[in-house]
T-cell receptor, first 112, second 114 residues
Framework: QKEVEQNSGPLSVPEGAIASLNCTYS??????FFWYRQYSGKSPELIMS????GDKEDGRFTAQLNKASQYVSLLIRDSQPSDSATYLC????????????FGTGTQLKVEL | EPEVTQTPSHQVTQMGQEVILRCVPI?????FYWYRQILGQKVEFLVS????????KSEIFDDQFSVERPDGSNFTLKIRSTKLEDSAMYFC????????????FGPGTRLTVL
């Protein structure tokens, strides 16, 4: 069974701080990794995709991938109250076609 | 900016009734998906569709479910005889020419089965 694991949280950070969200996955050969943001009652919104080991930065967001450790993370710099949401890690597993397997998500709360 | 659209936003139905959920994927995308999310649970894959046929389906996607691309723009999910446990948010998603890549989700249809 191919799994994506996330700590459900909530993760509370003060406004302006760095939020660090983590995800592990079960298939070492997987190639495609995605972070989605989901506000309560809304659909997943794509934030970042990452395919290679290392860091990928987009504005205040940085995705980090370590395939050897089967670990992907999302850093949010200068966290804002509007970043308060559930962050979903999704993996396209090898041999799984194009389907995404999601983690349970980590709830982030950015406090004033 | 192009986006995936879904109708209706909320559907209430009686157990045993048929429902059709509709989606308009992003216009130049070739791969289409349905996912669902039961309240408080993970987003779960249902089915993927490419070149007018199902490319993959999950265990959830049994004979009660079907998908169709009736014309050049719409993509539909039909549930023939709804059960209470079908109550969930249903999300349509689409991705670009290569398939393996970023999937963009629609706003979802909340299905309530009474």
């Amino acid at each position: 069974q191919k799994e994506v694991e996330q700590n459900s949280g909530p993760l509370s950070v003060p406004e302006g701080a760095i939020a660090s969200l983590n995800c592990t996955y079960s298939d070492r050969g997987s190639q495609s990794f995605f972070w989605y943001r989901q506000y309560s009652g809304k659909s997943p919104e794509l934030i970042m995709s990452i395919y290679s080991n290392g860091d990928k930065e987009d504005g205040r967001f940085t995705a980090q991938l370590n395939k050897a450790s089967q670990y992907v993370s999302l850093l949010i710099r200068d966290s804002q109250p509007s970043d308060s949401a559930t962050y979903l890690c999704a993996v396209e597993f090898t041999g799984g076609g194009n389907k995404l397997t999601f983690g349970t998500g980590t709830q982030l709360k950015v406090e004033l | 900016e192009p986006e995936v659209t879904q109708t209706p936003s909320h559907q209430v139905t009686q157990m045993g009734q048929e429902v059709i959920l509709r989606c308009v994927p992003i216009s130049n995308h070739l791969y289409f998906y349905w996912y669902r999310q039961i309240l408080g649970q993970k987003v779960e894959f249902l089915v993927s569709f490419y070149n007018n046929e199902i490319s993959e389906k999950s265990e959830i996607f049994d004979d009660q479910f079907s998908v169709e691309r009736p014309d050049g723009s719409n993509f539909t999910l039909k549930i023939r005889s709804t059960k209470l446990e079908d109550s969930a948010m249903y999300f349509c998603a689409s991705s670009g020419p290569t398939g393996s890549g970023e999937q963009f989700f629609g706003p979802g249809t909340r299905l309530t089965v009474l």
